[in-house]
């Protein structure tokens, strides 16, 4: 069995410059609820910024978007920067989530193709929807969507990496979890925003309705590669508004040689007085 994969490139050695922290908070209410949104995110060790992200308020709710532009192909930054423009402006134009994840996808394999890249451009994408107290999402590729609610943190999404398709393979034929583990081309990605055809991405079925005290990540792989599950889960939940900001700082202590870009959204959600 064979897969078009993409795998992410070795780390850019040698690079120790102290960089500043790009942070971001807002609060916003739609009358049901309040959502205080911060963003924060970091270059890491890598030579340039390949993450983007928007958020979008509305009377609402919001939308908010995290792209991780793929550092190893052509364009990465200019990737995740086309794919979050044209899918805000899709959805906002009335485009269903997957429908405004295809007009992206579209986009940046024209990007590609242009400069005589066809495929060699891309980027991943996780967005939330919130509107009427429920969440939607959409993703493809590995960067993530929690939800923490009564004390337990919850993955929402489905990540398209290799890894998921050797756990499959485990679970069909007699295989080891532990090989599938060690398999060195397990973080690679098999669907991604830039593809000639995406054959699948994660959706929400229907939307999610919202408790008072839920909290939501959306956040790029530089993230949860450098922290637990625990210690995202201690930084989502410890007081003040900054949680986004919290969670970047504790993954750039950690000072791991080959860190990502890193980017992180939370939303806390409050029931509005």
């Known amino acids: 069995m064979s897969w078009n994969f993409w795998k992410k490139p070795a780390p850019d050695d040698g690079i120790r410059t102290v960089r500043p922290l790009e942070a971001d908070t807002q609060t916003h209410t739609d009358g049901m609820y309040t959502y205080v949104v911060d963003a924060s995110q970091h270059l890491g060790m890598r030579r340039s910024q390949q993450d983007a992200f928007r958020i979008v308020p509305r009377e609402d709710g919001l939308l908010a978007v995290v792209c991780d532009g793929m550092g190893g192909m052509k364009n990465g930054a200019e990737a995740s920067a086309t794919a979050i423009r044209v899918f805000c402006e899709a959805e906002a134009d009335g485009a ?14 024209r990007l ?7 495929e060699s451009t891309g980027t991943t994408l996780v967005a939330v ?3 009427n107290g429920s969440m939607e999402w959409v993703s493809v590729g590995d960067s993530s969507c929690y939800l923490h609610r009564n004390h337990e ?3 929402v ?9 050797l756990y499959r393979m485990v679970i ?9 583990r060690r398999h060195p081309d397990g973080e690679a990605l098999t669907q991604f925003i830039g593809m000639r055809t995406m054959t699948e991405t994660d959706a929400s079925k229907r939307p999610f309705p919202l408790q008072d005290a839920d909290r939501i990540l959306l956040c790029s792989d530089g993230l ?3 922290l637990n599950e625990k210690e995202l889960a201690d930084g989502l939940t410890a007081s003040g508004s900054d949680a986004a900001t919290r969670l ?16 992180a959204i939370t939303i806390l959600i409050g029931k509005t007085p």
């Open 153 to 155: 943190l919850h993955v």
């Open 224 to 226: 949860y590669r450098a």
């Open 172 to 180: 069909v034929q007699d295989g080891s979890v532990t090989e599938a």
């Open 157 to 165: 999404n489905l990540e398209h990496t290799y890894l998921r398709e």
């Open 248 to 263: 970047v700082r504790e993954a750039l202590a950690k000072q791991i040689s080959h860190q990502d870009n890193t980017t």
């Open 112 to 118: 590609g193709a242009d400069a005589g890249e066809a």
């Open 96 to 109: 269903s989530l997957e429908d405004a994840v295809e007009a992206a996808n579209a986009a940046v394999y």
């Open 129 to 131: 929807r919130i509107r």
